[in-house]
């Protein structure tokens, strides 16, 4: 309860109620589902632009390999831009390998945090079944939302899962809407 009354109280949840801008649509395919945990409806944006343009003190939400591999895709930029952050994931990968598939590496910085979901063992041709990394997923956004506390932030997300892990967005938001997480998810123009 605590935690989406706080994401009401200020941030995009608040200023979705007052106006939403042009480029953020709200597509509710889920959209009367309730939170399972807290019996309160959960929103998910959808928005039309980069993620890395998301406001400063929001967490950027990526999907991970458990092999310490940002080689390609998002994960690529997130190295170039976040270079720290890039040697926090990797050390941590080779530390603790497939023991993180399910969790989530929440690494503090500025002008964000980043969310590393760890939803596949391995990537590229080795990469896991979708079914796996949709109960990977589960756990992790799960982890997540359990680290995200004092202050709460704003969630912020490419549409992960989809292109290199090969699993259709719409299966992953499913995951998210059952879950009750509210977040901002970003296609590219
Ligand atoms: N600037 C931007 N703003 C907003 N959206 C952006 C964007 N740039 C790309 N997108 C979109 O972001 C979604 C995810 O697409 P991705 O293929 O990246 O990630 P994924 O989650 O399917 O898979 C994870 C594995 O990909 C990596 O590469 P490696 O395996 O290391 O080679 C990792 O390390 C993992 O292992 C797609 O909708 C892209 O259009």
């Not at 399910?102 to 500025?110: D, F, Q």
């Not at 002008?111 to 391995?122: R, V, Y």
């Not at 704003?154 to 879950?179: I, Q």
Request: net charge positive.
């Amino acid at each position: 309860m605590q935690r989406v009354a706080r994401a009401r109280s200020c941030g995009w949840y608040g200023r979705m109620q007052a106006t939403e801008p042009r480029n953020m649509t709200r597509t509710t395919p889920f959209s009367s589902t309730m939170s399972q945990s807290e019996g309160l409806p959960n929103k998910i944006l959808h928005i039309k632009a980069d993620l890395f343009a998301a406001p400063a003190g929001a967490i950027l939400v990526h999907a991970c390999n458990t092999k310490g591999s940002w080689g390609g895709g998002i994960a690529l930029a997130f190295r170039q831009k976040y270079p720290a952050a890039f040697v926090k994931y990797r050390d941590t990968c080779k530390k603790e390998g497939a023991e993180l598939l399910g969790t989530c590496l929440l690494i503090r910085g500025e002008p964000h945090d980043i969310a590393c979901l760890f939803t596949s063992k391995d990537y590229g041709r080795r990469v896991d079944a979708p079914a796996d990394i949709l109960a990977a997923t589960r756990l992790a956004v799960a982890d997540l939302l359990k680290q995200n506390t004092d202050p709460v932030k704003e969630l912020h997300a490419c549409r992960f899962n989809s292109e290199k892990f090969a699993v259709p967005w719409e299966e992953t938001e499913k995951v998210l809407v059952e879950l009750g997480t509210d977040m901002v998810v970003y296609e590219r123009p």
